[in-house]
């Protein structure tokens, strides 16, 4: 266990580093730097004091070097467009917006999504199992950013129940400001919603035809025992299968939904600094994003093994 | 001696998208206090779904028990049994075990409690009770440390360990009757005689009726006390044990017994096999389904399907044959 | 029926060959076929996207209008007679913008997956056809690009590359032939091993024998899964992209560049967003119940 969590380590660090490396030389080639158009008007002398702030006068390999080093210790550098603020600080502010948003949409999401898988499995070929898989079929065909659009006009816009835009601060951020964060929940719940409901519904009956719950039913157990002790633990392989996905589609719709609902968050600054070139900033929420798609990996490949006993963590890669 | 199971003219079929197919075409037979029937036939030939039918395993849509078919325990109307019932029944009455024990236990659960929640389930005692019955059942069966195995799960214990505990499992509650099907055909040779036995002293303990399923005639010969030849979703043959091996009628089981390899055989040809497959369940012939298999075929055996001829002693056999008709032309049949 | 004793003679008419008796052989392609077709929902999704496909094509020439004439006068007009979906800010017509932005987006979709599937069969194909270190290494490429979130690869590669068409299709694919690649490489292998494969290469069958007779018929239905999902994935991506400036822009046409037009005049003439989303929406649902029904299709064990 212990090996295997160094060797793990160690893969992880690797992986970010190629990562790390691979953004820094994308970056690179974007052509013009970022200082250009904030340049333009300025005296040279001011320009120049400006390009080696930034180490942008420094040849590549050096800029790179110093880069890494930086990233080593936690140092992300400056922020081009938001002159003053380091990477870290901008992160630690827009972060916990993610974070929570990101948070209570899975966990309601999958919830309820889970839920929903087992009462269409339990109820195949019953209107109630037609209608949820053809919700959630419907719900994966809309966007995150035509539902959050549509939410957003309805509920906000026209019935008024919501705020329109903003997002709790200060002592509400994580546990307060409810109004704010309704709307945009439920615009990125919908899609846990949907993956989760048709995901379990298939395991479930996939499990529901081996032959051991033949076994159960031969026992005499009754239906409900022999659905939560015998088919749904041998059903979650599947849905933990998926998490890592359904992390990358969180931090996807972020994108999206705190860009319709302006919410300070990663996901509205990682485009802002895309379009303002902003490369620090670009460099440090691109690894902070990594590595927490690297880390939920982890923790899926250490659920496998809490879940089915025949995957042990020495088997490493399967 | 009391009739413990009644099944008459038992129909089922299977939808599926190529058409109805009809695994189990008016099966009919009895079953006795502590005897052993034994139902043998070649893979699709309707044995497994008759034992699955008997512990109200088919399920709709897909599956269904045709209205007409009877099935009575102890006298009582199963068809009529609701889920109160059934749950009694299964596991507390009658139990199963399945021929791959990997597959049918289950993956994810430590094999104590899948014996356990048997017996909670039936009798109303406490875990810690339950845990040391589990742990005397593993031991009856003869596993080693069968503590340390209660806390094992399936993939961690061998095949003929594996299907130990299926039999642990059956035996949990002490069932009347125990459907074994294909109990040892997944195992190795050594291991298949022992686990027989096995089922057999614990039948004896317990007095259990077994209904022992295989397509393989030659282990039936010590244990069954009746045997059942099952063909095409159809009985063949049914009689004593004596009967069935001493005075095979039907051209069907007599292949069987030809098929059986044996070492006295002095000739040193290739082993005996019976030529083509048997027919499509979708779409059955309306005469005697070995028909097209069998050396003998008769005008009559295209054309129609034999009823059952009674061979005295209670053996039957399902052959145009045994028609009286037949009988005087014999010496051309042979 | 009377029994006679002719009844009881030596059958010697033609006993049906037990080999074609058992079972009705059905291809596996015509029983696939069959079963999209019993299925109402794949049936419909099939006929939606016919339709939205042929409106694509001839949706901007039975307009009657052009794509980008501006005409100020008759601008954020409602549906009419005129302009069947109305007209927008500058007084283009939507109907002719919308099918047009719609056959855009189809066709960066299907080019996609295009690049996507040619990329994956190769390199699965080489991965497993060469095995050993070649195989490891290129799994460990595999490994690293899906150890980063997709988006962000995308959006990178945006950023070096710029806002344009060629930039968009190489953004869009960089990552997406991962999956396929793994799914090739799988197969082939599984196949390696199997041993009816085994029994042909025994007997002498050329590796390109048995690339065609077996790799292609047990790879093609998974293939065409994976086609079905990833279409309606690229749609959304591209109109994503688009919502968010990375993607197509003005005076390029798709349906994420209506999309992010219509959102900034949602308020005030909702119309303009709704065509475009509505068209979105038809389309991606209709290749997902395609690709459902494929998939039950496919694997009708799945459907029990």
């Not at chain 1, 979650?236 to 719709?253: D, F, Q, R, W, Y």
């Not at chain 2, 019932?85 to 139990?95: L, P, Q």
């Not at chain 3, 292998?189 to 292609?216: C, D, K, N």
Request: aromatic share 8%; proline share 5%; with cysteine.
């Amino acid at each position: 266990m212990l090996s295997y969590s160094i060797r793990r380590f160690a893969e992880m660090i690797l992986t970010l580093f190629i990562i790390a490396t691979a953004t820094f030389f994308l970056l690179a080639a974007v052509p013009g730097d970022p200082l250009t158009e904030r340049v333009e008007k300025l005296p040279p002398q001011i320009r120049q004091n400006l390009y080696e702030k930034y180490g942008l006068n420094k040849p590549l390999l050096e800029r790179y070097v110093i880069t890494m080093r930086g990233l080593a210790v936690g140092n992300f550098g400056e922020s081009i467009v938001y002159p003053g603020q380091t990477v870290q600080s901008i992160l630690q502010e827009k972060l916990p917006a993610s974070a929570r948003l990101g948070i209570q949409q899975m966990v309601l999401g999958i919830g309820i999504g889970m839920i929903l898988g087992i009462i269409a499995a339990m109820k195949k070929n019953t209107w109630l199992d037609y209608g949820i898989i053809t919700l959630a079929i419907l719900f994966i065909s809309i966007p995150h950013l035509i539902f959050g659009l549509l939410l957003q006009k309805i509920f906000a816009g026209e019935l008024g129940w919501f705020p329109v835009i903003g997002w709790p601060k200060g002592k509400d951020l994580w546990t307060g400001g409810w109004q704010y964060t309704i709307l945009p929940t439920l615009a990125g719940c919908f899609s846990y919603i949907a993956a989760y409901s048709r995901l379990l519904k298939t395991s479930m009956l996939d499990v529901v035809n081996q032959e051991y719950i033949l076994t159960a039913e031969s026992k005499g157990l009754s239906k409900m025992h022999i659905v939560l002790k015998h088919v749904l633990r041998n059903s979650l392989i599947p849905v933990i299968t998926n998490l890592p996905m359904s992390i990358a589609m969180c931090i996807t719709g972020s994108f999206f939904i705190e860009r319709i609902f302006s919410i300070p968050g990663v996901g509205m600054y990682y485009v802002l600094s895309v379009n303002e070139r902003d490369l620090p900033l670009i460099m440090g929420q691109t690894v902070i994003l990594s590595i927490i798609y690297i880390v939920v990996i982890f923790i899926t490949d250490i659920l496998y093994t809490v879940v089915d006993p025949r995957i042990s963590i020495q088997g490493g890669r399967r | 001696m009391k009739k413990l199971l009644e099944v008459r003219n038992l129909h089922v079929s299977y939808h599926t998208y190529a058409g109805e197919v009809q695994s189990v075409r008016g099966v009919s037979f009895d079953v006795h206090d502590g005897e052993t029937l034994a139902i043998v036939g070649e893979s699709g030939c309707g044995k497994s779904v008759t034992a699955r039918s008997i512990m109200g395993l088919i399920k709709a849509p897909f599956g269904e028990i045709k209205t007409g078919s009877e099935l009575r325990y102890c006298g009582e109307d199963m068809r009529a049994f609701d889920a109160k019932k059934w749950a009694h029944y299964r596991g507390g009455e009658a139990s199963i075990i399945f021929q791959d024990a990997l597959a049918a236990l289950n993956p994810t659960m430590k094999i104590g409690k899948q014996i356990t929640e048997n017996i909670t389930v039936h009798e109303h005692i406490k875990k810690k009770e339950a845990n040391e019955r589990a742990e005397s059942l593993l031991h009856q069966v003869g596993i080693p440390d069968a503590k340390q195995k209660m806390n094992s799960y399936p993939h961690q214990l061998s095949g003929g360990m594996r299907q130990r505990v299926m039999i642990a499992i059956a035996f949990a509650c002490n069932p009347k009757l125990l459907i074994a099907d294909e109990p040892t055909t997944a195992l190795d040779v050594t291991i298949q005689a022992q686990i027989l036995d096995m089922i057999r002293s614990l039948q004896r303990e317990k007095n259990t009726s077994v209904i022992l399923i295989t397509h393989d005639l030659g282990i039936v010969a010590n244990i069954a006390t009746r045997i059942l030849i099952m063909y095409s979703g159809k009985v063949v043959e049914k009689g004593t044990s004596e009967e069935i091996f001493y005075h095979p009628v039907h051209p069907y089981t007599k292949a069987l017994l030809r098929a059986i390899p044996k070492l006295t055989d002095p000739s040193k040809g290739p082993l005996y096999s019976i030529s083509g497959h048997p027919p499509d369940l979708i779409d059955p012939p309306q005469g005697c389904p070995f028909a097209a298999r069998c050396p003998h075929c008769m005008n009559v055996c295209v054309e129609a399907h034999p009823e059952d001829f009674d061979c005295g002693a209670g053996h039957t056999a399902a052959c145009w044959l045994l028609h009286p008709l037949a009988r005087h032309i014999g010496s051309e049949v042979e | 029926m009377e029994l006679t004793n002719i009844s009881f003679k030596k059958y010697r008419g033609r006993r049906l060959d037990p080999d074609q008796l058992a079972g009705h052989s059905v291809t596996y392609w015509k029983d696939v076929w069959r079963r999209i077709r019993k299925n109402p929902t794949a049936v419909l999704s099939l006929a939606a996207l016919m339709i939205i496909l042929t409106l694509s094509v001839i949706g901007p020439i039975i307009s009657g209008h052009d794509l980008s004439t501006i005409n100020p006068k008759r601008a954020n007009m409602n549906p009419s007679a005129e302009n069947w979906f109305g007209t927008d800010n500058l007084g283009r017509d939507l109907f002719t913008r919308v099918w047009y932005g719609a056959r855009a987006s189809v066709i960066v979709a299907l080019v996609c997956t295009l690049i996507q599937t040619v990329v994956g069969c190769l390199y699965g194909g080489i991965m497993a056809h060469f095995g050993g270190w070649v195989d490891e290494v290129m799994m460990r490429v595999i490994e690293l690009i899906t150890s980063m979130p997709t988006l962000l690869i995308t959006i990178l590669t945006m950023m070096v590359l710029g806002n344009g068409m060629t930039a968009l299709l190489v953004a869009m694919s960089i990552t997406s032939w991962c999956g396929t690649a793994r799914l090739i490489r799988g197969q082939i292998m599984q196949l390696r091993e199997s041993e009816y494969v085994l029994a042909a290469v025994a007997l002498g069958a050329s590796p390109f024998w048995v690339i065609l007779r077996h790799l292609i018929p047990n790879t093609f239905g998974l293939l065409m899964l994976t086609i079905a999902t990833s279409i309606p994935d690229y749609i959304f991506t591209e109109a994503g992209l688009s919502f968010l400036g990375i993607g197509l822009q003005p005076p390029n046409t798709s349906l994420g560049v209506l999309i992010s037009i219509g959102q900034q005049t949602m308020d005030f003439f909702p119309i303009q967003l709704l065509f475009p989303a509505l068209i979105l929406c038809v389309l991606v649902l209709a290749f997902n119940l395609l690709g459902d029904g494929l998939r039950d299709a496919l694997d009708p064990r799945l459907r029990q």
